[in-house]
């Protein structure tokens, strides 16, 4: 059934363009746009007697699992997750809710829509340092030869204070157990009988979340957070020898939570990195962009809250020193991924309630040549809830800023690595009416999730009032297995159906809509990442025509074409 939304004038008035004048894009864009499509291209398809699909804007319908996955926050009770692959499995680490965070369990998976699950790969016993009772947390591994590590953090029984650990195994899937050897210095290491990693007894506090990064070079480099005495936690970061040897001469401060640099001003430029009255810096991550510059992501504002979220700060060295990009008068002008709205009470707030909430404490993973994003978020989407395991994809604009597609709660496209399928679109030529405006942003990748930041305005493109059309012209005939136009992140712009569209040969679908569960009328919110997805059984094309008729000007994100 077709639902048609009728919007006031008053607020289309006061919304359409609302982001479409001010920002200079950083994504790549196809300047390579031909107009107008081909008239013999406009006419009216007859869908083929043959034609299979599936319309994923029917939120009934099962997915392919071969070809998509959704983040519906629940199969995985696992926050701080940490993803690795290993001879072509994923196994996802994280602190484990199950036993109250006493051990660490895994999760195996090929495709991210079924998972094995290893309980308990690491536990502790009573000889141990942190003894039964303590926590385990945010473990993260790596393998170095034929060895896994397993680098978390746990309380000392005796001193209270939160140590940094390391514990492997010859499987991913355990049992890990303490270390014992010898470090780049000679000194013998046990850590059954005390963590690794000691330094902060010099400061007298305690530390968590660590990540081990290696760079290009072989250059080892660990970042873990730091409680402060301020009701705080900050970022620091160091050299490391081999993975369990630390150059504490390197020892640095590289972030803290709403400050312009590491330098402790109580100066709140970033103060959308400072809502909470527990100031947040944790979970720190590195990833180094095609630029050469250094990322280093971190997640802000505490867990419990709808707005924990992951900012960044760049370098050109991997221990800084770091800085976050500022606009004058704007806020989350350094968000990687998540929230960026105000506190409690703010319109934002509002609109994400029962959307996502609380989507942090990430890892960044490759499945194939695709760069992911894993976070953990709240299950019920408002906030301090159980917290389950989600990923999207993470990618580098013309500027080697990174960016993300999500957080997403629909069907979304799994890596080629997975699938066998790619976006084809992002290498098609455009053509477009010339009554649509910025119609080379239908294949940049880029896909607006904030409505309310002036730097993600004019990445969409225009659907003007009546018949209009986009053409994807492909350099060659793909097998095609699935379509999505990408919405308006902007309520009063959004797409609500398309009039056609058309693969050629018979192979058509008319008059597709949208899946209005993703429309909150009374917030006058869209969800993020949404719009009209079909699944397709493979045909070949050539290119594919689009034809929108709209009773009102409306914007669409992207078009993503899946082939092989």
């Known amino acids: 059934m077709k639902i048609r939304l009728i919007l006031p004038m008053f607020l289309l008035l006061g919304i359409v363009g609302c982001g479409n004048n001010n920002s200079t894009p950083n994504s790549s864009v196809n300047t390579d746009i031909i107009t107008d499509v081909p008239e013999e291209d406009k006419v009216v398809p007859a869908q083929g007697a043959n034609f299979e699909f599936d319309d994923y804007n029917d939120s009934g319908v099962e997915y392919d699992t071969n070809k998509w996955y959704v983040n519906d926050l629940k199969s995985m009770n696992l926050p701080d997750p940490y993803v690795i692959e290993e001879d072509g499995v994923y196994y996802i680490y994280g602190t484990t809710d199950r036993t109250a965070a006493r051990t660490v369990d895994c999760y195996s998976t090929t495709d991210f829509n079924h998972f094995t699950h290893h309980p308990d790969v690491f536990k502790r016993d009573n000889t141990n340092w942190s003894g039964t009772t303590t926590g385990i947390f945010a473990p993260e591994v790596m393998k170095f030869g034929d060895l896994f590590y397993m680098y978390y953090s746990a309380d000392h029984i005796e001193s209270g204070r939160r140590y940094i650990d390391v514990v492997v195994s010859e499987s991913p899937t355990g049992p ?38 290696v760079d290009d070079d072989g250059e080892m480099y660990m970042y873990y957070s730091v409680y402060d005495t301020n009701n705080s936690q900050y970022i620091v970061g160091f050299e490391m020898k081999d993975p369990v040897t630390p150059d504490w001469d390197t020892y640095k401060v590289l972030v803290r939570p709403g400050e312009p640099t590491a330098e402790n001003t109580f100066f709140k430029t970033y103060f959308w990195e400072a809502y909470t009255g527990f100031e947040v810096a944790e979970g720190p991550q590195m990833i180094k962009s095609p630029n050469g510059k250094y990322y280093l992501t971190y997640s802000v504002n505490h ?8 900012c960044y700060a760049v370098s050109d060295s991997p221990l800084g020193d770091y800085t976050k990009p500022y606009t004058k008068d704007q806020s989350w002008t350094n968000v990687l991924f998540g929230y960026a709205g105000g506190m409690q009470g703010s319109s934002v707030y509002q609109k994400w309630d029962g959307f996502m909430s609380g989507t942090a404490h990430h890892c960044f993973f490759k499945i194939g040549d695709q760069h992911m ?27 080697g800023v990174p960016y993300c597609h999500g957080p997403s709660t629909t069907v979304q496209t799994l890596p080629e690595a997975i699938s066998g399928y790619k976006n084809i679109a992002l290498d098609a030529r455009v053509y477009a009416s010339s009554t649509i405006t910025n119609p080379q942003r239908i294949n940049d990748n880029f896909i607006t999730e904030h409505y309310n930041l002036p730097q993600e305005k004019d990445r969409e493109v225009g659907i003007p009032t009546g018949k209009s059309y986009i053409e ?14 990408m919405n308006s992140v902007f309520f009063a712009e959004h797409l609500e159906e398309v009039a056609f569209i058309n693969f050629f040969n018979g192979n058509a679908i008319l008059d597709a809509t949208i899946d209005y569960n993703v429309v909150d009328i009374d917030k006058e919110f869209i969800k ?32 993503i074409v899946l082939g092989k």
């Open 176 to 213: 890990f157990v303490g270390y014992e050897g010898t470090d780049a210095d000679g000194k013998e290491l046990n850590s059954h009988d005390d963590p690794i990693f000691r330094h902060n007894d010099t400061i007298g506090l305690s530390v968590l979340d660590q990540t081990l990064f």
């Open 472 to 485: 994807l012209k492909f350099d060659k005939e793909y097998e095609i297995g699935g379509i999505q136009i």
């Open 373 to 399: 994003i894993g976070y953990h978020a709240h299950s019920n989407r408002k906030g301090d809830s159980p917290r389950y395991f989600g990923m999207d994809k993470l990618f580098f604009d013309a500027d």
């Open 303 to 310: 867990y419990p809250n709808k707005y924990y979220t992951v």
């Open 528 to 559: 993020p990442m949404t719009g009209i997805t079909f699944d397709l059984n493979d045909f070949k094309a050539d290119k594919v025509v689009v034809c929108f008729d709209s009773s009102y000007d409306a914007f669409v994100n992207e078009i």
